[in-house]
């Protein structure tokens, strides 16, 4: 439980490094870079997945490339305690309809439950009186939650052919970075990060890699489905952490709509 709950800090203090920065797309790029980096020093330590694994694995990076661009204009738009629960929150629920529609999963009535309390939260955030650039926050938001539940299901298949979850994972961690830097380039010439843009890209970079690592060994330990649904509990890391780094004031319709979203989610890792 205690290395489940830092991975979730982990995972949301990441998300807030990219808030911090004061060009969220260069940010999210050299996270993403710093993280390939990190990930091909590991690779070398473990087993490369199996070649069945690497159509999976180039899908992904194509999917993480689409994730980090969405990432980027969610926080250029909006702060993380507006996206962050959207984005975090919302790709179970999807993930989960879709097996319901298209492979005929049971869903029991705690699933059930999970969706309307996602939803609740949802609608929550969505009618908050922000501006143009808020609403464009949310709709970034939950594009990027359709990706996060696409490649959610594409490497749930990679890591079970890849005889190395841990390999594959790495893998598409250095597969994602080189298209997501050339993205960057569309914003402006790539130069090298200052010194205080490489610490918070490598600091990001080790949360994000730690975070995944840690839920990992958890599940390894532990049943998966509880392990699954405590790290819902990022989302309420998020709201902290943007209060306390960032300055947000996520205000009493925040705190409820993620409330909602995280035990949402957690109940349906659980159904």
């Known amino acids: 439980m205690a290395a489940v709950l830092l991975g979730a800090a982990l995972h949301a203090a990441w998300n807030v490094a990219i808030r911090a920065g004061g060009d969220r797309r260069r940010e999210t790029a050299l996270l993403a870079g710093a993280s390939a980096l990190i990930a091909g020093a590991a690779l070398l330590l473990v087993r490369l997945p199996a070649p069945a694994a690497w159509p999976h694995a180039a899908l992904s990076m194509v999917l993480h490339t689409f994730y980090f661009a969405l990432v980027a204009e969610a926080y250029t738009h909006g702060g993380v305690a507006l996206a962050y629960p959207l984005m975090r929150g919302t790709a179970p629920m999807l993930t989960t309809l879709a097996a319901w529609a298209l492979l005929g999963e049971r869903l029991s009535r705690v699933g059930w439950a999970g969706i309307g309390a996602i939803c609740a939260g949802v609608a929550l955030l969505a009618r908050r009186r922000g501006g143009a650039q808020e609403r464009a ?64 890209a490598a600091g990001g970079a080790a949360c994000s890699i730690g975070a995944y690592a840690l839920a990992l060994w958890a599940m390894t330990r532990a049943d998966v489905a509880p392990v699954a649904a405590l790290r819902e509990t990022a989302m309420l890391f998020g709201l902290v952490l943007a209060r306390a780094v960032l300055g947000e004031r996520p205000g009493a319709r925040g705190w409820a709509a993620a409330g909602a979203i995280a035990a949402g989610a957690a109940a349906l890792r659980l159904a």
Request: glycine letters at 8%; proline letters at 6%.
């Open 137 to 200: 926050a949310v709709l970034f938001a939950l594009a990027n939650a359709v990706v996060i539940a696409g490649y959610t299901v594409n490497d749930a298949i990679g890591a079970r052919v890849s005889g190395s979850p841990l390999g594959y994972a790495l893998a598409v961690f250095v597969l994602s970075a080189t298209p997501t830097l050339l993205w960057l380039r569309r914003f402006g010439a790539l130069r090298p990060p200052t010194r205080r843009e490489a610490l918070r």
